[in-house]
C-alpha cells in the first residue's frame, strides 16, 4: 500500500491519444517511450486534485476502493470494489467472505462520502454502537 500518495496531486497529460496519470512529469511516453520534452500548450501537464483520501480518517463515512489493490496502480476500470463505512475512530466495518471484517488498514485510498449531514451530528455520539451491534446481527454471518 502506498499511503504516501493518498491526497498528493496528480498530474494528467495527453500521449498517445489517451490520458495518463501520474505523480511527476516523466521524461517520456510510458506507453510509446517518446520524448515528452517539447508539446503544444494545449498538451502540457496539468496537476489535478486527488480524487481519493485516507478512509481511516474519515468519520462515519461510506468507502469504496477496489478489492484488490489500489485505484491509482491496479484498478482497471472492470474489477470488482468494495465498500465499508467508517465507525468515529476510522475503523473500516465492512463485508467479505469471511463475514463482517474492521479493518484498521487498507483503506489509506478510498474515495469517501460522509453519511451524516451537518444537522446530524448528534447520531455520532451513538453512531459506533449502532455500527457494532448492526454488524453482530446474524444476517451477516458468513455463508
Ligand atoms: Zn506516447
New binding site residues.
Given amino acids: 500500500m502506498h499511503c504516501a500518495e493518498a491526497g498528493k496531486a496528480l498530474i494528467k497529460f495527453n500521449?498517445?491519444e489517451k490520458y495518463i496519470y501520474s505523480f511527476s512529469v516523466p521524461q517520456c511516453?510510458p506507453?510509446?517511450?517518446?520524448d515528452l520534452g517539447s508539446r503544444k500548450l494545449e498538451d502540457a501537464p496539468v496537476s489535478i486534485a486527488n480524487p481519493f483520501t485516507n478512509g481511516h480518517q474519515e468519520k462515519c463515512s461510506f468507502l469504496l476502493r477496489p478489492t484488490q489493490g489500489t485505484f491509482l496502480r491496479e484498478y482497471d476500470g472492470r474489477s470488482d470494489l468494495h465498500v465499508g463505512i467508517t465507525n468515529t475512530n476510522g475503523v473500516v466495518y465492512n463485508y467479505s467472505a469471511h463475514g463482517v471484517q474492521r479493518d484498521r488498514e487498507g483503506w489509506e485510498e478510498s474515495i469517501s462520502i460522509p453519511l451524516l449531514q451537518p444537522n446530524m451530528y448528534g447520531i455520532m455520539e451513538q453512531w459506533d454502537k449502532y455500527l457494532e451491534d448492526f454488524s453482530t446481527s446474524g444476517a451477516w454471518l458468513p455463508h
Fill in positions: 500521449h498517445c511516453c506507453l510509446c517511450q517518446q
